[in-house]
């Protein structure tokens, strides 16, 4: 059991530092860089920012039951990214997507390498997650 | 868990806050380097551009530029704030208006602006469009025509305001303004510069020290 909860800590640690990554580098965009987020973008984050909560406290009082609380938040923002990515490869039609603040979900803010969309940085994200956990629910 | 654990918790978490603020900072003195250059050129562009309304004799080449939108709210409250620190330094300085129109009547306003400047009539326009803006732009229910009722008020000629108004085509302006707002990363209005330097709070006296530490320097 106690090899169970030290393994565990580790990839709750990768998965903490996923998390916090994830939120640091979606509030730069929106408030150091003024991107205005759409819609989609605030469904991910709102699954992505209480992750580095949940990691936290499993960090500072562990147990083995967090991938529980967390998967179920994980997979819906990965559910949610992969929409999202669907519309920025043009997979789904754009006029799906209710975007009330008027930003397109479909707006490219930017193209790094002439690939790295925001949605994409959120799947990778949302990716790691759910990788990291499921490796480290099968030891 | 124990103690060596706690510690690399801590440690990364004060480094991920550092590393955001310090990458925040950078980026903020790397955008406003950038624009104090570009504002120091000879032509002042993507700050100025030729078709903008200019005013101020400029003695002491402190360019002050005002992103704004007629139908914004907080333009409307800081304009008195802006007409107080320039009417004190027309001489010293130029005062430049953009437009970032984001709200649905924008484009009509700005119209009407456009069209007072050919009767010499845009800073009177501008004062009555704010004075009344609670009355024609209701979030709930925006009346943009009752500027028509209004704009007596600002001493125009309206016959030749109502033919100028129909002829004038504002599309090609309003496009080059937004371009060069996200070029220099302007998103919300009032956003105001003055020799490039970003007003950083919209108050009165951070206004008023950024002006004058632009003359004076």
Redesign the interface.
């Known amino acids: 059991m106690n090899t169970k909860v030290s393994i565990s ?1 580790n990839i709750i ?1 990768l998965c ?2 996923v998390a ?2 994830a939120t ?1 580098g979606s ?2 965009f929106s ?4 991107f ?1 987020p759409c819609s989609m973008c605030w469904y991910q984050r709102i699954f992505m920012y209480p992750l580095v909560l949940i990691f ?1 406290a499993n ?4 147990d083995d039951k967090v991938f529980k609380y967390s998967m179920l938040l994980v997979v819906t923002g990965l559910a949610f990214s992969i929409y999202h990515n669907l519309l920025m490869f043009d997979i789904i039609p754009e006029s799906v997507v209710p975007c009330v603040s008027g930003v397109p979900c479909s707006t490219e803010y930017i193209n790094w390498f002439g690939f790295v969309t925001i949605p994409l940085l959120s799947l990778i994200s949302y990716s790691i997650l759910f990788i990291l956990l499921m490796f480290g629910k099968k030891r | ?1 124990n103690m060596s ?2 510690k ?2 801590v440690i ?2 004060i480094l ?1 806050i550092v ?2 603020v310090t ?2 900072k950078l ?2 003195f790397s955008i406003d380097t950038k624009n104090q250059e570009l504002a120091a050129t000879k032509k002042g562009a993507p700050f100025v551009r030729d078709h903008s309304p200019i005013f101020g004799n400029n003695k002491n080449k402190v360019t002050i530029v005002e992103f704004l939108d007629p139908e914004c709210e907080s333009c409307s409250y800081f304009h008195p704030v802006v007409k107080k620190v320039f009417e004190e330094y027309k001489d010293e300085t130029r005062l430049v208006y953009r437009y970032l129109a984001n709200h649905g009547n924008s484009k009509f306003v700005v119209k009407l602006l456009e069209a007072s400047r050919l009767q010499n009539k845009f800073k009177e326009t501008l004062d009555v469009v704010f004075k009344y803006q609670e009355k024609w732009a209701l979030h709930n229910d925006p009346k943009p025509e009752l500027l028509w009722d209004f704009l007596p008020e600002a001493g125009l000629d309206m016959v030749k305001f109502r033919m100028d108004f129909e002829n004038i085509y504002v599309n090609n302006l309003l496009k080059m303004d937004k371009d060069d707002a996200s070029k220099l ?1 302007v ?2 209005t009032p956003t105001l510069y003055v020799n490039g330097k970003l007003l950083k709070k919209l108050d009165y006296e951070t206004f008023l020290e950024l002006v004058e530490s632009e003359i004076y320097k």
Do not use: R
């Open positions: 800590t640690f903490f530092l916090s990554i640091f509030l730069f408030e150091v860089m003024n205005v936290l960090l500072l009082y562990p | 868990m654990n706690k690399i918790i990364s978490i991920l590393g955001f990458a925040a980026y903020q990363s998103t919300g």
